[in-house]
């Protein structure tokens, strides 16, 4: 085959792929949940499977909701990251959003305006791709060693955020799984498949009455 043959030819799948991912029946007909988070929604350490996003779709075929959940978590990803990555990670468009950041935020010392003002930024940028997207807000917490200021700030952006942009929130992505030696990593930050479930069952708990 010739260069030029082989030039077209990779062109001609290309542009059957693209098409394949913009046919109205792409998705199966299915609905589309995005979940944009660090690596605690993608998993680190773990098989993807065994992240909460994973967890979430197994329990939505169980319930027979048409929805297929998407995992757009980074690890390290900041909400200055998701507001750059948001209109991406949303590709052709989403029926439902989980944001899923600001920990890497508090970690690093931002502010927490600065982390209020991206996540409502990543929300607004949704909101112009599909006005009628439902968005969750996954709230994370620190630890007091960062100072009680900054803490409770912290702590107080993501209902904030919530609230101002009617919004779903699941006060705590961690709720019981932060702090705890069993359901983490040796590293103490990131969930061991237990600490995943919890976290599934965290986010199921707001998510479903979504769906």
Do not use: C
Request: charged share 25%; hydrophobic share 40%.
């Amino acid at each position: 085959m010739t260069l030029r043959g082989f030039l077209g030819l990779m062109l001609a799948l290309a542009g059957g792929a693209l098409w394949a991912q913009d046919a109205p029946d792409a998705n199966g007909g299915k609905k589309r949940i995005v979940v944009l988070g660090d690596s605690i929604t993608a998993g680190y350490g773990l098989d993807p499977q065994e992240a909460y996003p994973a967890l979430l779709q197994k329990k939505i075929d169980s319930a027979g909701l048409p929805y297929t959940v998407v995992n757009a978590g980074v690890s390290g990803d900041t909400t200055a990251g998701g507001l750059r990555r948001v209109s991406w990670a949303l590709g052709k468009g989403a029926d439902v959003l989980v944001v899923a950041l600001g920990g890497n935020d508090g970690l690093r010392g931002i502010s927490p305006e600065q982390t209020e003002k991206n996540l409502s930024g990543i929300i607004d940028k949704a909101r112009e791709k599909n006005p009628a997207i439902k968005v969750v807000v996954a709230g994370m917490q620190m630890p007091d060693n960062m100072g009680a200021e900054f803490t409770e700030k912290f702590k107080g952006l993501f209902a904030k955020v919530a609230t101002e942009k009617k919004a779903a929130l699941v006060p705590f992505l961690l709720e019981g799984v932060g702090g705890s030696e069993e359901l983490n990593q040796q590293d103490r930050i990131h969930p061991t498949e237990k600490g995943q479930e919890k976290v599934a069952e965290s986010v199921w708990k707001v998510l479903k009455g979504e769906l």
